[in-house]
């Protein structure tokens, strides 16, 4: 059972950065697949971000539409943690977000077996 911790979230004015981190308890960190997803008040859960295992080329990152370009997605497995940079945030970023682990990487949520409880983030315009 990997168990995922949000943190980082928090009030920021449209334009502004935050970074996101989730460290996860499995120590076996490096063979999940982890992804950012977040939802907006009154809206479903969408996908955010995600990064593959380490693979020989280093991990793939994969980004929503709405969100490339702004955010950043990446891994530390000696801390076995994965962060979320996010620039130039937006007011429609406003959402709680979310990690989550799986075994290969996927943009549906259904795919993923672990999940943290959610930071929420909001901007303010």
């Known amino acids: 059972q990997v168990q995922l911790v949000e943190s980082g979230g928090g009030l920021v004015q449209a334009g502004g950065s935050l970074r996101l981190s989730c460290v996860a308890s499995e120590q076996t960190f490096n063979m999940y697949a982890m992804a950012w997803f977040r939802q907006g008040p009154g809206k479903d859960r969408e996908f955010v971000g995600g990064i593959g295992r380490t693979g020989r080329t280093g991990p793939r990152e994969y980004y929503a539409d709405s969100v490339k370009g702004r955010f950043s997605i990446s891994r530390d497995n000696a801390k076995t943690t994965v962060y979320l940079q996010m620039n130039s945030l937006k007011p429609e970023d406003t959402a709680v977000y979310y990690c989550?682990?799986?075994?290969?990487?996927?943009?549906?949520?259904?795919?993923?077996?672990?999940w943290g409880q959610g930071t929420q983030v909001t901007v303010s315009s």
């Open positions: 989550a682990a799986g075994n290969y990487y996927s943009h549906n949520q259904n795919d993923y077996d672990y």
